[in-house]
């Protein structure tokens, strides 16, 4: 079944939002029940990979459950949807992020309105957004190609794993890296580093996408098989 754009974009903005009040909210708590950075980090990365999983589940059906810019311009290069689809996702998923955010600042009664104050800057954190965008939309795309009904469970259970290999803790995404620039909490990134964290979000995904339509191909004799048929 092909639902309708609104439908599609408000499924993307809700899914964005609650994935974002996840990330935010898991944090708020996280720093609030210990003063253990690890084990702060831990409950911020549990319930965001489960969140995924459950996001991806009931949604994907919906709109495709990108919930990332990256996500969405990958299935723009590779022509599944139109341009102006795909700008419109982006700005659903930021508008959704944004409110994401101030949701889980009301729940906690804090102020609604922040700038976050944390750096998060430097060769190390560019890198690390790099490869952990670029392994999200492999898993995606590898997913798609060989395991589409376990998607929730791959996306889910990679950024579980990426928040501790990589140095950033795997943003991966624009619209949540625009999104925590809005909170002055565990979860945020100084305003002033996001367009880094976007930018190398962009081209680990483009890496991806141009590995993966090589690796993942159809053998060629299949294809000449199939023709045959």
Known sequence: MAFDLPRRLM?????????????VGSGIMAQRLTDDTALALLGNTLPTGAILVVLIAIL??????????????AFALRRDMAASVALA???????????????????FYL?????AQTV???????LAEAVAAFGLVFTILA?????????PWLVGLYITAAYWFTASTSFANPAVAIARAFTDTFSGIRPVDVPGFILA??????LALALAGWLLAEPKSIRQMKAAE
Do not use: K
């Open 143 to 151: 997913g798609l190609r060989f395991r589409s009904d376990a998607i």
């Open 89 to 107: 996702y982006a700005a659903a998923q930021i508008a959704g992020g944004i409110a994401g955010t101030l949701l889980a600042h009301v729940m």
């Open 201 to 206: 979000e962009f081209l680990g995904a483009v």
């Open 111 to 115: 102020p609604i309105w922040q700038a």
């Open 60 to 73: 994907g059906p919906l709109s495709g459950a990108h919930f990332n810019p990256v996500v969405t311009l």
């Open 11 to 23: 499924a993307e903005a809700l899914g964005t939002g609650i994935l974002v009040a996840t990330v």
């Open 120 to 126: 998060r800057t430097g060769s190390g954190q560019w």
